[in-house]
C-alpha cells in the first residue's frame, strides 16, 4: 500500500521582490500544458523568460519545469501570501507556501523534485529570503518545513502513477479497456453475466495491461484503534465512579455523579466557549468600525484580510472551475483569535481530525463529503494564522454546499477559533448526548441514528460562510494535479474495478461489479 503525506514549505519573502516573484508565478501557473497534449504538465521556458530574474541561467531545453515527470505528486501548488495583519493588528510578512500531497519516503520525493526542477526551484526561490546559496535544495527546503496539523486523504493507499501516471500500468487505462470491450460485447448481442466477465479478462490479457509497482488497496477502517476511545471514555467513568465512592454514601448518588459529571463538564465548557464567542464578536465589530470598509469594496468585513480589492476577489473567482476538468483548488488562510485558550482548542480539534482521517475516514468520505482528494491544515506566523489547502471535484458552491449540509458541525468547531467567523453558538446541557450521537452515526453499526447538530449558526449561516470563506481565500499562482480530470469517486472506482477483475464473483456480486462499468 502506497504512503501518502504532505510537504508544506514555506520561506519569506523581501516586500521588493513581491511584484517579481508573483509575475513569475503568474506566468508559471498560466502556462502548464494541459493534459491530451505534448509535454502535458510542462511549462516551457519561451513563457516565461521575461519574468525570470537577470541572474538567471537558462538551461539547455525547452521546459522551465516538467511536473509531469514527477512520478510521486499528486497534487502541488506554489501560493504567494500577501503581507497581511493578525487578529491583534500586528505585522504579518510576505511569504511563499509551497505544498505536494505525494507518495512515499520523504526522502526520496525530495530527491525527486531537485533532481527534476532544481534549476526551476532554485529561480522560484531565488526571491526568497534567505535565497538557497551553495547548499543543497534538499537541505534549503528541509529546513523550511512546516508540519500539518490534520491531513485528509480521499484515496489513500493509491499512488499517483497507481491511478493514472504510467502508461498500460494505472487503473484508469484498464476502465477505457474494459468499456470499449464492453461495448462490444454489447454490440453483438446479450450475453451471461459469466461470459462478459471472461470476455473482459481475456481482453485485458491482450491489452498487456499489468497493474502498477506500487498498487495498493484502500485501507480498511482501524476498529482497533477507534476502541480506544470508548475504551478512554470507561476508564474516565470508572474514575469518577471511584471520585464519586468518597463523595456519596449511596450507589445511586455514585452512579448519578458518574454520569452526570461529564455532561456537567461539557455544559460548561460550551457556555465558556459561547461567552468568549460573544466577548469576541465586539471585540471585531469595534475593529471593523475602527478600520473601516475597504476602499474598493469586494463585500469583505476582515480589515485584516491581506488584500480586500475586488481585484483579488476577481482573480479568486476566475481560478475555479477551470473546464474540462473536474478538479478544484483552494487554499485559505484565517487569523486566530487571540489568547491560549483558542490556539489549545483549535490544535486540538485538529489534532481530533487527523486522528479520524486516519482511522475511519479512510474509504473516500469526509463525514458523508466524498469529493475531497487531499486537504490539510497548518498552523503558520508563530501561530498567529490557520492555512487551508484542498483538492476537490467540481464547483466551489457544491464543495461549499455539501460541506455546509453534512459536515457544519466540524466545519464550525474548528474555524469558529478564527476571526470575524459567523457567529456560533453550542448546545450546553445536550450538547455531550448530541456529540456522542454525532459520532456514532459514522459507525456502520449505528447509521440509522437520527441526524443531530452540536452547534447552531456558524458554518449554518450558509450566505455568512460563504461570504467569510471568500474573504479569507488567497490566489493560487500555481496548481498542478497529476490526474486533473478523474474525480474521488473514479479513482476509488477504478481501484474496485481492478479489485474484482479476477476475483471469483458469482451471482449478485458479479452483476455489481459488472455494473461499475
Partial sequence: MAEQHALTVIVPVPDEKIEGLRALLNAVGQNIINP????????????????????????????FIEFGRLTTVHFLRWVLLEPARDAAGGPIAA?????????????????????????????????CDPPPGSESLQVYLSAHIRQEA??????????????????????????LILELELDRVHATGSAAPATIVERLREATGRSG?????SSGLPPEIAIRTLL????????????????????????????????????????????LVNLLDRIEHGREQRVFQREGPPKQVDGSIDPYVADRSDVRLRLVTELEDRGPLVQNQMTHVANIKPGMFRLVLLRGLLAITNFLARTLFVRGTLTGLSTIHFARWVLIDNNRRLLFFSNYDFSWES???????QASDGLTGIW?????????????????VRLTVLVLRFLPWFSR????????????????????????????????SAYPRLSVTNVNGNTDIAQGLFLPLTGEAQAAWLRRL
Fill in 36 to 63: 491530451g497534449e505534448p509535454g502535458a504538465g510542462s511549462v516551457k521556458v519561451e513563457r516565461v523568460r521575461d519574468y525570470l530574474p537577470p541572474s538567471h541561467i537558462i538551461q539547455p531545453g525547452p521546459n
Fill in 95 to 127: 511569504s511563499l507556501a509551497f505544498s505536494t500531497d505525494y507518495d512515499g519516503p520523504f526522502e526520496e520525493h525530495l530527491n525527486e523534485l531537485v533532481l527534476v526542477a532544481e534549476p526551476a526551484l532554485r529561480t522560484i526561490y531565488s526571491f
Fill in 150 to 175: 490534520a491531513f485528509y486523504r480521499g484515496h489513500p493507499g493509491r499512488s499517483a502513477q497507481q491511478i493514472l501516471t504510467l502508461d498500460d500500468q494505472n487503473e484508469e487505462e484498464l476502465r
Fill in 209 to 213: 495491461w499489468k497493474s502498477a509497482p
Fill in 228 to 271: 480506544l476511545v470508548p475504551l478512554a471514555g470507561l476508564i474516565l467513568l470508572g474514575i469518577l465512579y471511584g471520585i464519586g465512592t468518597h463523595l456519596f454514601d449511596q450507589i445511586p448518588a455514585r452512579v448519578l455523579f458518574t454520569v452526570s459529571a461529564p455532561i456537567v463538564a461539557f455544559a460548561l465548557f460550551a457556555a
Fill in 399 to 405: 464543495y461549499l454546499g455539501d460541506f455546509i449540509d
Fill in 416 to 432: 469558529c477559533n478564527t476571526t470575524f467567523f459567523p457567529r456560533v453558538r453550542f448546545h450546553t446541557v445536550s450538547g455531550l
Fill in 449 to 480: 441514528l437520527p441526524a443531530v447538530l452540536v452547534s447552531e449558526g456558524g458554518a449554518r449561516r450558509e450566505q455568512e460562510f460563504k461570504r467569510w470563506t471568500r474573504d479569507h481565500q488567497v490566489s493560487t499562482q500555481v496548481w498542478y
